[in-house]
């Protein structure tokens, strides 16, 4: 390769094949950033922070976040999840 003995003629080769990959790898790199970035906005937008609902389990008050769908049917299936619960024990 280039660098397997290092002269000066090498060092030029393996700079200009350094800077061909330089930008495919900034366009890459640029591209990748923003669509990640993208779809963490994307996921923000779909989840809904609606307050607190009671967990039974531990006792306490949790935030109700709710991934592609209302508070109001998170909180209901919550509750038909623990009255199925009680009647099944």
């Not at 660098?3 to 591209?31: I, V």
């Amino acid at each position: 390769m280039y660098f397997s003995n290092s002269t000066d003629e090498n060092w030029f080769l393996w700079t200009l094949a350094a800077a061909d990959a330089l930008l495919p790898t900034l366009a890459y790199d640029t591209a990748n950033n923003l669509l990640n970035l993208f779809m963490l906005y994307m996921l923000h937008q779909f989840s809904v922070f609606q307050g607190f609902v009671y967990d039974p389990i531990t006792g306490k008050n949790v935030p109700v976040l709710s991934m592609f769908m209302t508070a109001k049917t998170m909180e209901q299936g919550m509750k038909d999840k623990v009255l199925s619960d009680r009647k099944r024990a």
